[in-house]
């Protein structure tokens, strides 16, 4: 599918409306391609649908938890390589450590600033 012609693709997955709600807006805003997915296995079969440019993942989420989503990405991203944000409001340092040691993959954590995210995103892309 072609999204935006040109324009960057986002893919949200959370399973909480209003963290997607704010985070769609603001990137929308920003002139992004936004799609969302409610749970882990929702998101899996967007990023090989879509091929996002980036993809914002929460850790806990339902059918398939944000770290599963990782691993079963890893052969996506030797297809087309996309940037991952794994967004948890955990502080375990375990999720702070698979999260950095995974290629492309920032933590942040919950709650964040949407001006943190945005940098995130606009230093990948520059």
């Given at each position: 599918?072609?999204?935006?012609?040109?324009?960057?693709?986002?893919?949200?997955?959370?399973?909480?409306?209003?963290?997607?709600?704010?985070?769609?807006?603001?990137?929308?805003?920003?002139?992004?391609?936004?799609?969302?997915?409610?749970?882990?296995?929702?998101?899996?079969?967007?990023?090989?649908?879509?091929?996002?440019?980036?993809?914002?993942?929460?850790?806990?989420?339902p059918?398939?938890?944000?770290?599963?989503?990782?691993?079963?990405a890893?052969?996506?991203?030797?297809?087309?390589?996309?940037?991952?944000?794994?967004?948890?409001?955990?502080?375990?340092?375990?999720?702070?450590?698979?999260?950095?040691?995974?290629?492309?993959t920032?933590?942040?954590?919950?709650?964040?600033?949407?001006?943190?995210?945005?940098?995130?995103?606009?230093?990948?892309?520059?």
């Amino acid at each position: 599918m072609d999204y935006g012609k040109g324009k960057k693709l986002v893919l949200i997955a959370d399973d909480e409306p209003y963290v997607i709600r704010v985070v769609k807006l603001k990137l929308s805003n920003a002139g992004y391609e936004v799609i969302t997915a409610s749970n882990g296995l929702e998101a899996l079969e967007k990023i090989k649908t879509f091929k996002p440019d980036v993809v914002i993942s929460d850790v806990n989420m339902p059918k398939l938890s944000g770290k599963e989503l990782c691993f079963r990405a890893i052969p996506l991203k030797k297809e087309k390589e996309f940037l991952t944000i794994v967004m948890t409001s955990s502080l375990e340092t375990e999720d702070r450590d698979w999260a950095e040691a995974m290629d492309k993959t920032v933590f942040i954590e919950k709650p964040f600033s949407p001006k943190t995210l945005m940098k995130i995103i606009g230093t990948y892309f520059n």
